[in-house]
């Protein structure tokens, strides 16, 4: 039996809901597809404003992947500390921060050249 392998859109769609769903902040999705070195098609980028919140975010995500399309990420690193998680879902990056993390960091910045949509939070 081979695994069902959902389409990239379907995948960003439900990783999209999950972060909602535990209103997760400031959601930014970059198109990389153009760019030659990126090692993937989109970074998904949002923030929650605890740990607590970092978590849940993730677990969201995760469950939601799971329950829709029978997926899970290759990897996941950072759950331990709830600073910056990262999923990687191979097409797709998740990066979930905690406020002050992301903006030391800005992932944004550093791949300039990405197409960024923001995705408005809806509460």
Aim: glycine fraction near 4%.
């Amino acid at each position: 039996m081979t695994k069902k392998v959902a389409s990239t859109d379907v995948l960003l769609t439900c990783i999209i809901k999950g972060i909602e769903e535990v209103k997760g902040n400031d959601i930014e999705i970059l198109d990389l597809r153009d760019i030659d070195t990126a090692v993937c098609d989109y970074f998904v980028v949002c923030n929650g404003s605890s740990n607590t919140q970092v978590n849940a975010i993730t677990n969201s995500v995760q469950k939601l992947v799971s329950k829709e399309i029978k997926d899970k990420p290759w990897h996941v690193e950072g759950t331990d500390n709830a600073e910056w998680v990262l999923m990687d879902y191979v097409s797709i990056v998740v990066h979930v921060f905690q406020k002050e993390i992301r903006d030391y960091y800005n992932i944004e910045g550093l791949w300039g050249d990405a197409k960024i949509t923001s995705i408005q939070n809806k509460y």
